[in-house]
């Protein structure tokens, strides 16, 4: 069963901290990238930053500068460093897990709440 468990979403102030994880287990092929995806209320989901195996990542603009994405590929794990948070990065936030073969995972979905 394929399984990708997230962690870390929560309450946090603005100008805050957040670090989400996702660990991706279960899936039968070799993973081509992990990302995170948003998706805030009235708004379409969103790529948030993407990471591959080799190393390559691409960061929204929206959260360049704020946002580090980082993956240990042996544990098929990607974690989103959140710093400096706004109040309009309130969102679900989505992990992502893109197989070689075109196959796309996706995790249950973690509330992020930027709030004073």
């Known amino acids: 069963q394929v399984q990708l468990v997230e962690s870390g979403g929560g309450l946090a102030q603005p100008g805050g901290s957040l670090r989400l994880s996702c660990t991706a287990s279960?899936?039968?092929?070799?993973?081509?990238?992990m990302a995170w995806f948003r998706q805030a209320p009235g708004k379409q989901r969103e790529l948030v930053a993407v990471?591959?195996?080799?190393?390559?990542?691409n960061i929204a603009d929206s959260v360049k500068g704020r946002f580090t994405i980082s993956r240990d590929n042996a544990k098929n794990l990607v974690n989103l460093q959140m710093d400096r948070l706004k109040p309009e990065d309130t969102a679900i936030y989505y992990c992502?897990?893109?197989?070689?073969?075109?196959?796309?995972?996706w995790g249950q979905g973690t509330q992020v709440t930027v709030s004073s």
């Open positions: 992502n897990a893109v197989a070689m073969f075109g196959a796309r995972y």
């Open positions: 990471i591959t195996t080799n190393g390559t990542t």
């Open positions: 279960g899936i039968p092929t070799t993973l081509a990238a």
